[in-house]
């Protein structure tokens, strides 16, 4: 049974940090590309960043950019957000994603995998 949970989210005032951590079991963890995406309170889902299965090419939306960072970690089955220079705007659910077609990631390509969610909250 394959699972992606999300952790590290929680509350922190703008222009703080946040790291979220996705850890992937149950799927050949170096098969995928991964990526994180972001719902906010009546909003739809929207794209925040990919990266391929080695972790040597990454994509950003233009919202996150220069701020966020994504990577991964193989001998962890883990790939990390990290949120930097956080805006309310920021606030959102965060969801990682698996995909076996990178370049389908945020330009509506199919996921094959969610986890569940974790809620980023920047006050201001």
């Known amino acids: 049974q394959v699972q992606l949970v999300e952790s590290g989210g929680g509350l922190v005032q703008a222009g703080g940090s946040l790291r979220l951590s996705c850890a992937a079991s149950?799927?050949?963890?170096?098969?995928?590309?991964m990526g994180w995406f972001r719902q906010a309170p009546g909003k739809e889902r929207e794209f925040v960043s990919a990266?391929?299965?080695?972790?040597?090419?990454?994509y950003y939306a233009d919202s996150v950019k220069r701020r966020f960072t994504i990577s991964r970690d193989v001998a962890e089955n883990t790939v990390y957000l990290q949120m930097n220079s956080l805006k309310p705007e920021d606030t959102a659910v965060y969801y990682c994603?698996?995909?076996?077609?990178?370049?389908?990631?945020?330009?509506?390509?199919?996921?094959?995998?969610w986890g569940q969610g974790s809620q980023v909250t920047v006050s201001s």
């Open positions: 994603a698996a995909t076996t077609n990178y370049y389908g990631l945020g330009r509506g390509g199919p996921i094959d995998y």
């Open positions: 990266i391929n299965r080695s972790g040597s090419l990454k």
């Open positions: 149950g799927l050949t963890f170096s098969s995928y590309a």
